[in-house]
């Protein structure tokens, strides 16, 4: 693989340049730390953080889920299965 296309092919198969898709990918690494870390408050104190995690884990589900990015993750797990 060539290295540009490395850096450039899966951004442009969900619709976005490379700086668009290390932004939106260092936000998903942003809210799991968060939702890692309101579960493990969770897990200490039960009665705190009760939907912080699952909140932004469905949130970032919605967005994996919809547009040029949905498409082409159901097609990855298509091609994923198959193998």
Do not use: W
């Amino acid at each position: 693989m060539e290295m540009r296309k490395a850096f450039t092919e899966h951004p442009a198969s969900v619709g976005e340049t490379y700086g668009e898709h290390m932004r939106v990918s260092l936000g998903f690494a942003r809210n799991l730390a968060v939702a890692a870390g309101a579960a493990l408050v969770h897990a200490v104190v039960p009665s705190m953080c009760t939907k912080s995690a699952s909140t932004r884990i469905r949130a970032m589900h919605d967005t994996i889920s919809t547009g040029a990015r949905g498409a082409a993750h159901a097609a990855e797990q298509v091609h994923s299965t198959a193998a």
